[in-house]
């Protein structure tokens, strides 16, 4: 089940939309998609989970 949640939250990322992650295993799997297909992505983790934002090229986590 993990494997297609996934799968679904990398495509998020792959075109340009916000993932949120609950689970410690899911974050896990996605942050090594995401070192995996080289994505620019900021991490907002709290101690309720995890969102991930695509960056564009020219952002930067100071101008976000």
């Known amino acids: 089940m993990d494997r297609i949640i996934r799968?679904?939250?990398i495509n998020l990322l792959r075109n340009g939309f916000s993932a949120y992650a609950?689970?410690?295993?899911?974050?896990?799997?996605?942050?090594r998609d995401i070192f995996r297909y080289a994505l620019n992505v900021f991490y907002?983790?709290?101690?309720?989970?995890?969102?991930f934002i695509p960056l564009r090229?020219?952002?930067t986590y100071g101008n976000l």
């Not at 609950?22 to 942050?31: D, F, P, Q, W």
């Not at 983790?45 to 995890?50: A, I, K, P, R, V």
């Open 7 to 9: 799968e679904q939250k």
């Open 22 to 31: 609950e689970s410690a295993e899911l974050i896990r799997l996605i942050k």
């Open 44 to 51: 907002d983790e709290t101690s309720s989970g995890c969102w």
């Open 57 to 59: 090229q020219k952002d």
